[in-house]
């Protein structure tokens, strides 16, 4: 079973509407990723952080997206207005280390339908 | 640029034989890591087996072995002894140092296993 714990597991959402996921990485697991995968089973790396500390994040998530992870609270991955394209399985994983040669663990998914 | 491919759509195989997957990848580093992962129905992805480019023994997990060919950049994925449970789409992904010591895991186009009784 996942120790990364995501909720919700499913969101239905209208286009406009905001969407919002909330991840918690495995105990003691600074570093955490987002990722996008669609119908085609493509993976998109969104954002990672470690600790509060965003590392890397790509263009898209500058615009509609935006994530944070406070300290004492899970992680959260939020879009300000779902568009039909949004759709998708939208993972969370966390690891150990920042450095490549570190697993990463992930959660079961939340997955976003916009209508 | 990093890129991983895995040209099996789709398997479909007896219970209690052994499948192998296949995975081949691209870098430009010389050191680099690769890990197999299965995702199930329910959309959880599983982390089943990994395997340093610096080592030389094919990692093994249970029922899951590798076969590491760097000289092909080839990751196989051997299970022995399939169960019906182990049906699911099975990704191969890759993370080097040459992109960011942030790197992120680029992930194939997985392949599909189903084992039938």
């Known amino acids: 079973n996942s120790k990364v714990i995501q909720t919700p597991r499913y969101l239905v959402k209208g286009q406009g509407q905001k969407a919002k996921m909330r991840c918690i990485p495995e105990?003691?697991?600074?570093?955490v990723f987002w990722y996008q995968q669609n119908k085609n089973n493509e993976f998109k790396f969104l954002i990672n952080?470690?600790?509060?500390?965003?590392?890397?994040q790509i263009d898209m998530t500058e615009k509609r997206f935006s994530a944070e992870c406070p300290s004492n609270s899970p992680c959260s991955l939020e879009i300000q207005s779902s568009e039909a394209g949004d759709s998708a399985l939208y993972l969370c994983a966390s690891s150990l280390r920042t450095i490549s040669g570190n697993t990463l663990y992930f959660g079961e998914g939340s997955r976003l339908i916009v209508v | 640029a990093q890129k991983v491919t895995q040209t099996q759509t789709s398997i479909s195989v007896m219970e209690k034989t052994t499948v192998t997957m296949d995975c081949v990848y691209e870098?430009?580093?010389?050191?680099?890591?690769l890990f197999w992962y299965k995702q199930t129905a329910s959309g959880e992805i599983v982390f089943l087996i990994r395997q340093d480019s610096y080592k030389k023994e094919n990692a093994t997990e249970g029922h899951y072995s590798l076969n590491f060919q760097k000289p092909k950049s080839s990751i196989g994925l051997i299970i022995t002894a399939t169960q019906i449970e182990d049906s699911a789409v099975y990704f191969c992904?890759?993370?080097?140092?040459?992109?960011?010591?942030?790197?992120?895991?680029?992930f194939g186009q997985g392949t599909s296993l189903s084992v039938v009784p």
């Open positions: 992904a890759m993370r080097d140092l040459a992109s960011s010591s942030f790197s992120k895991l680029v």
């Open positions: 952080f470690q600790n509060q500390e965003v590392l890397q």
């Open positions: 105990k003691g697991h600074p570093v």
């Open positions: 870098t430009r580093d010389s050191s680099y890591f």
